[in-house]
């Protein structure tokens, strides 16, 4: 199993047995920062997770369309 195999096996193992969770996007977000994490919380979301989308500047409006990413807080 090669290295990035195995974080990615540990990352998910990770979240599985988690049940809350908070997904942290970076400073000044663009689309792609809204949809992965949006993305990310939505699937959280189906499989029982409590989820907290997180942002220090919220969604901006023009991003507001994106699945998930409207659930972004301050």
Known sequence: MSSDSSIQVAVAGKLLASD?????????????????????????????????????QGVDKRYSSIPGAAETIK
């Open 20 to 56: 809350r969770i908070i997904v942290v996007s970076h400073t000044n977000p663009d689309a792609d920062a809204f949809g992965s994490s949006g993305a990310l919380y939505l699937a959280l979301k189906k499989l029982g997770k409590q989820v907290v989308l997180l942002n220090e």
